[in-house]
């Protein structure tokens, strides 16, 4: 790594690609979970390839990885069906858990103000 290159790292406009990290993290996520499906969603200008993984309460975690090869050979490892986000969409499950953290985050909120109000 060159002098430069420390100063550069997370700087705006740079991509970080998926590495050992992010691909423990998907690992044990999964192997914590039921019902794990992988989703690759594509590179855009601000993020490379992630692999998004859904469990069957809707329950998710996103990384980097590499590609959608990388994502398809780990999601085999993993012996879990992988999709193209693109393709198929989102699983409604994800909509609906986000949907209920909020309303539990909004519940939480309003005890605490009325504890303090």
Known sequence: MGLLDRFRRGRPGTLRTGGRDDEAHLRAWAAAHEGVEAFVEPRTAV???????????????????????????????????????????????????????????EQERRR?????G
């Open 47 to 105: 993020t490379d390839t992630t692999m998004l993984l859904v469990d069957k309460d809707g329950d998710h975690t996103r990384r980097r990885i590499g590609d959608p090869d990388a994502a398809r050979k780990l999601a085999r490892s993993l012996a879990i069906p992988i999709y193209d986000v693109q393709l198929i969409g989102y699983p409604q499950r994800m909509r609906d858990h986000d949907a209920r953290q909020k309303i539990l985050r």
């Open 112 to 116: 605490g103000l009325g504890e303090t």
